[in-house]
């Protein structure tokens, strides 16, 4: 089984930064795609950032030139810092990782992150 922990969600001014992390813990995996989505309250949930095995990224319109995602396959952690946010970026923030693992490609999800963006 692979599980994934975020952290790093929080209260935050509006302007101000935070940094989200996603790490995975099993055994016999390996990492493909990943991606953070969110989900504001009576909103659906909606695609943020994406980051392929190779390293290639894309992101929303609403959240490009302020958010940035990476990932350390070493540590089997994704990371999305986000710059100058907004009361709208206030939303419950996932990770999902395409996982290959017990001979197949599989999907899975942390449990979320809030991020609350106030003055």
């Known amino acids: 089984q692979v599980q994934l922990v975020e952290s790093g969600g929080g209260l935050v001014q509006p302007g101000g930064s935070l940094r989200l992390s996603c790490a995975a813990s099993g055994s016999g995996f390996s990492i493909d795609a990943i991606a953070w989505y969110r989900q504001a309250p009576g909103k659906q949930r909606e695609l943020v950032a994406t980051?392929?095995?190779?390293?290639?990224?894309n992101y929303a319109a609403s959240v490009k030139g302020r958010f940035t995602i990476s990932r350390d396959d070493a540590k089997n952690t994704v990371y999305l810092q986000m710059n100058s946010l907004k009361p709208e970026d206030t939303a419950l923030y996932y990770c999902?990782?395409?996982?290959?693992?017990?001979?197949?490609?599989?999907?899975?999800w942390g449990q979320g992150t809030q991020v609350t963006v106030s003055s």
């Open positions: 999902n990782m395409n996982v290959w693992h017990l001979r197949r490609y599989q999907d899975y």
């Open positions: 980051i392929t095995s190779l390293g290639i990224t």
